[in-house]
T-cell receptor
Framework: GDSVTQMEGPVTLSEEAFLTINCTYT??????LFWYVQYPGEGLQLLLK?????DKGSNKGFEATYRKETTSFHLEKGSVQVSDSAVYFC????????????FGEGTQLTVNP | GAVVSQHPSRVICKSGTSVKIECRSL??????MFWYRQFPKQSLMLMAT?????????EQGVEKDKFLINHASLTLSTLTVTSAHPEDSSFYIC???????????FGSGTRLTVV
C-alpha cells in the first residue's frame, strides 16, 4: 500500500537558518504530493502541493520538488522564522477526487530567535 | 475559498454521554468528507470516509457503532461519539476533498475530553 516516510523530529533551528525536512513515498501509481502545516491546537493548512513529476510547489518561502526518480518530496526553506514553528506533514493521494490522503508521521519544527 | 467550518472546537463531556461534531463546507459542495483522529505528538489516523447520501466507509479497527458518521447533505457531515469514555479523548479533524489533485481542506479540529 501507499506510505509516506518523513525525517524524524523534532527539528530545532535558529532564526534565518536553512530548513530541510525529508519526505519519501511509496505509491503504486502517480500520486499527488502535499505538505501540510499544523499550528498548536489547530487543524491542517495546505502549505504547497505538486501533482506530477518535476513539479515544484512553493508558498511562503517554502519549496518542494516532486522527484519521481528518488520518490521524494523534500521541504526546504532558505531562512526560517520563529513563526514557522509548527508540525509539518508530508502526504500523498492517489486516484480520483475523493481518494484518501496518506500522511507521514509529522515533523515538529521549533525556530528559536 | 474552500473553507470547512468545524464545531465545536473544544468539548468536555461526562463518561457515557454522546457528543456530536459538525463539519460544514461553507463555499463549496463536499461530496466526500474524511474524519481523522490525532493523538498527541502523532500523525492523523483516518477513521472513516463519508460520501454524501451513502453510508460511511470505516477503517479497520474503528467501531462503527461508536463513531457514527452522517453525511446527509453536500455541505454537512457529522461525527457522533456515542457512549464516550476517557479513552475517546482526542483531537478529531474533518477534511473535505475538493477535486482531483487540487487538495483537501481541513476543519480546525475538535478537542474532545471525556471525564
Amino acid at each position: 500500500g501507499d506510505s509516506v516516510t518523513q525525517m524524524e523530529g523534532p527539528v530545532t533551528l535558529s532564526e534565518e537558518a536553512f530548513l530541510t525536512i525529508n519526505c519519501t513515498y511509496t505509491a503504486t501509481g502517480y500520486p499527488s504530493l502535499f505538505w501540510y502545516v499544523q499550528y498548536p491546537g489547530e487543524g491542517l493548512q495546505l502549505l504547497l502541493k505538486a501533482t506530477k513529476a518535476d513539479d515544484k510547489g512553493s508558498n511562503k518561502g517554502f519549496e518542494a520538488t516532486y522527484r519521481k526518480e528518488t520518490t521524494s518530496f523534500h521541504l526546504e526553506k532558505g531562512s526560517v522564522q520563529v513563526s514557522d514553528s509548527a508540525v509539518y506533514f508530508c502526504a500523498l493521494s492517489e486516484g480520483t477526487s475523493g481518494s484518501r490522503l496518506t500522511f507521514g508521521e509529522g515533523t515538529q519544527l521549533t525556530v528559536n530567535p | 475559498g474552500a473553507v470547512v467550518s468545524q464545531h465545536p472546537s473544544r468539548v468536555i463531556c461526562k463518561s457515557g454521554t454522546s457528543v456530536k461534531i459538525e463539519c460544514r463546507s461553507l463555499d463549496f459542495q463536499a461530496t466526500t468528507m474524511f474524519w481523522y483522529r490525532q493523538f498527541p505528538k502523532q500523525s492523523l489516523m483516518l477513521m472513516a470516509t463519508s460520501n454524501e447520501g451513502s453510508k460511511a466507509t470505516y477503517e479497520q479497527g474503528v467501531e462503527k457503532d461508536k463513531f457514527l458518521i452522517n453525511h446527509a447533505s453536500l455541505t454537512l457531515s457529522t461525527l457522533t461519539v456515542t457512549s464516550a469514555h476517557p479513552e475517546d479523548s482526542s483531537f478529531y479533524i474533518c477534511s473535505a476533498s475538493i477535486m482531483r489533485g487540487f487538495g483537501y481542506t481541513f476543519g480546525s479540529g475538535t478537542r474532545l475530553t471525556v471525564v
